[in-house]
């Protein structure tokens, strides 16, 4: 069995957004820079991004912005500078999300970004958002990745439709992604530079 046999023998396969389903480091590294130069006076660093990346993006952008302001100025802040920074699809990441969906399989959203947010850029780069299943940011739980429980409500939603942990397969890029998925009981495929048992260099290689 190869990365691909277990993406399409999944019952329901879950995905991570940054940088899986959406490119982002790159064009948000650059996003959280200009924040913090243009409103709060000071140079973020790579080295800061790199430290604090993929943590939930409240706490996100406390720790990047440094306490600057209070968290809703600081994501008024950061919003205010989104239409010039926005995510995009990943290759290959719609064709996949809709040939699983017309396969009948359950497809869902874990991420560590907020809700409403994932979900406008899913819906302005392409994504058919009202075939998915759930779509899960940090502020729908108390857990956070690389926690397995972050997945919990997700295995409810799942388990509710006939699908086991056994059955859903989770695909991320980053090593704590496959923490929790395995923790959660999940099978678990790498993208880019998350490499593990099965991997594949992008979404288009699991079409």
Known sequence: MDARDLVWGARAVVFDLDDTLLLTRVVKWAHHQAVAARFYGFELTEAELGEHWGKPYDELITLLYRGSASLEDMKKA??????????????????????????GTQVGVVTSANTDPTLADLD?????????AFVHGADRTDS???DPAVFDEAKRILQARGVTESGTVYIGDAPMDAVAARGAGFGFV????????????DLAELR
Request: charged share 20%; no cysteine; hydrophobic share 40%.
């Open 78 to 103: 950061n919003l205010s500078l989104e239409h010039l920074y926005r995510k995009t699809a990943a290759k290959g990441a719609r064709e996949l999300v809709t040939a699983l969906l017309d396969h």
């Open 124 to 132: 302005h780069s392409g994504f058919p958002v009202d075939r998915l």
């Open 144 to 146: 956070h990745k690389p």
């Open 190 to 201: 790498g993208v880019g530079s998350a490499l593990g048992e099965f991997w594949a260099p």
